[in-house]
Each structure stands twice: as structure tokens, then as C-alpha cells.
């Protein structure tokens, strides 16, 4: 067989040699950037991923009245009870914390009356409960995260402790306006709000707000929250403000 005719065919052999040993090579890369070391079976991987339910609250009924309307949270005393009681303390003035204004103990005198939402955003939260109305203001104290793992950001109405960090919660909280799964088991969730509530919520995130740190131009206030004990009624609303007639 002539040199030149073997050279090609030998040349060709190995060409495809080697496109079958990348195409396998290839292949195999693949399969291992897909799959991770140590992965479980696919059925188990499904069963660790699988959400666990979502518990109810079953503690008392945190009403929020706001310059924009009414907001009805029902809380979670079981899987958050240092966050419900403190929450409940702030609201009734039956916990002491310090004014960040003056630096003075407040004793008997709710903390959340009058304050504002000074944090909004459309499709996420709206975020109060600063008695400096800055987002840079707390009850003087802070307390440690509660993370149930059975409980997440997967619908809206969520009521959970703002902080600046890990077991930093004090005052601060927000309402989300839609499911927020980044936020899953780093932030307290301590409450539930109903369908109509975060409707106001979303409402609030709607305002005209400055662009910079999303606080409203005109303040949205939180007038009173009230807590309604396990089988109480909720207080009436306050009436709407009324509309004078048209001057004829």
C-alpha cells in the first residue's frame, strides 16, 4: 500500500479515535457538573426537598390600624413565642424599652402607636415599627432569631421580625406582599396576615416613595395595633374619614 494512502487511512483512524474519546470525554463531564459528590438517589433528593406543611397560627390577633387602612395578623405563638411576646409587650406597653429619641425607659407606654413605615416596596414588603421612624431605631434591647423549619416566606401576608443581622431582633418588623423564598429561614416569621390585609399592605408599597431608601414622602402611619385575645372579637374600625359635600 502505497505511504501516502496508509498515512490517510491511518490519519482518519485516529481522527475518529479521538472524536469518540472526546465525544466520551465529553460526556462524562457532563454527567459529573450535573451531579454533585455524595448526591442522594433521585427519589430520596425529592423527599429532602420536599416542603414540610406549613403550620397555622393558633395565638392571638395582632390589628394593625394605619392611615391607609386596616391590617389583621394572626400569630404564631407556638413556633415563635419570644417574638410574639415581645411583639405583644411593645403593643400593650406592658414591656419597658428605652426611646431612642430622649434615651429614656418608657414603662406602661405602647412603643408601635404613632410610628411609621419608613421602608416600602413594591411586589416585596412594607417594613415599621422604628420609634425613630429611620430604620436605624430599636426598643434598646435586641433578642435571638426563632427559625422553624416547617415555616417560610412562601405566601404573602407574612408578619416577621426585621434586624440587621442574625439574633439582632427588636422592634422592627415587616409584612411581605408576595412570596419571598430568598428570605427562607433567616428572618423570624411571628404572624399571618388575612387576604384583605395584604391588599393595604400592597396599597402602602404603592405610595410615591423617594428612590433612595423607598421611604414614602408622606408618611403612612401606623395609628394603633391592637391585640385581640383567642376568641375575642376584633375592635370596630374607625370610621372613613367623610367627604364634604359638593358646594352647589
Given at each position: 500500500m ?51 406543611p ?37 403593643a400593650?406597653?406592658?414591656?419597658d424599652w ?54 417560610n ?12 443581622g ?31 390585609s ?35 372579637p ?8 367623610s ?6
Amino acid at each position: 500500500m502505497p505511504y501516502p494512502v496508509f498515512w490517510t487511512m491511518l490519519t482518519l483512524r485516529h481522527t475518529a479515535l479521538l472524536t469518540a474519546v472526546l465525544l466520551l470525554s465529553g460526556t462524562l463531564f457532563a454527567q459529573q457538573s450535573a451531579t454533585t459528590p455524595n448526591a442522594p438517589a433521585p427519589a430520596a433528593q425529592a423527599a429532602a426537598q420536599a416542603p414540610l406543611p406549613s403550620p397555622q397560627p393558633t395565638g392571638p390577633t395582632a390589628v394593625f390600624d394605619t392611615s391607609m387602612g386596616r391590617m389583621v395578623c394572626r400569630l404564631f405563638s407556638k413556633e415563635a413565642p419570644n417574638a410574639v411576646a415581645n411583639f405583644i409587650g411593645l403593643a400593650t406597653g406592658t414591656k419597658d424599652w428605652i426611646d431612642p429619641k430622649t434615651h429614656q425607659p418608657m414603662h406602661g407606654k405602647p412603643l408601635y402607636n404613632g410610628t411609621i413605615f419608613h421602608r416600602v416596596i413594591p411586589g416585596f414588603m412594607i417594613q415599621g415599627g422604628d420609634p425613630l421612624g429611620t430604620g436605624e431605631g430599636d426598643p434598646g434591647y435586641t433578642f435571638n432569631d426563632e427559625i422553624d423549619p416547617s415555616l417560610n416566606f412562601d405566601v404573602a401576608g407574612r408578619l416577621a421580625m426585621a434586624n440587621s443581622g442574625p439574633n439582632t431582633n427588636g422592634s422592627q418588623f415587616f409584612v411581605t406582599v408576595a412570596a419571598t423564598p430568598w428570605l427562607n429561614q433567616h428572618y423570624t416569621i411571628f404572624g399571618q396576615c388575612d387576604d384583605s390585609s395584604v391588599w393595604v399592605a400592597k396599597s402602602i408599597t404603592d405610595v410615591d416613595r423617594d428612590p433612595n431608601n423607598n421611604r414614602p414622602t408622606e408618611p403612612v402611619v401606623l395609628e394603633k395595633v391592637t391585640i385581640v385575645p383567642v376568641g375575642q372579637p376584633l375592635p370596630p374600625a374607625a370610621p372613613a374619614p367623610s367627604t364634604p359635600a359638593p358646594q352647589s
